[in-house]
């Protein structure tokens, strides 16, 4: 086992702790939850944190039965980093696309 392989299947087991600490509530409720261990899930809206706590389980099951511990590493994160943006102000302004009308010419 190469060492990256051991930190990630660690990082798994820790991930599967905080997750089996969590009480076993209905889905609506489990948002909430989760959010006493991975508090920056607050940052995220009721809807999202239902949706982020359903995709993180649901990875972490396939992780621990597969043992690729990328599974559920690669949806909290994402998920971690989406809380992250939310909480930076970013997303909230409207985007201003560029039409082709304006495109220049490479150089």
Do not use: Y
């Amino acid at each position: 086992m190469s060492e990256h392989e051991d930190h990630a299947r660690g990082e798994l087991l820790r991930l599967a702790s905080k997750l089996i600490s969590i009480p076993n509530v209905q889905d609506d409720d489990r948002g909430g939850s989760m959010s006493e261990q991975f508090p920056w899930m607050l940052a995220l809206s009721p809807a999202d944190q239902r949706t982020c706590s359903r995709e993180v389980l649901h990875a972490a099951r396939a992780s621990l039965s597969t043992g690729q511990a990328h599974i559920a590493l690669s949806t909290l994160t994402s998920w971690q980093e989406t809380a992250n943006a939310i909480a930076a102000g970013l997303g909230d302004e409207p985007v201003d696309w560029i039409d082709d009308s304006q495109l220049v010419e490479r150089p």
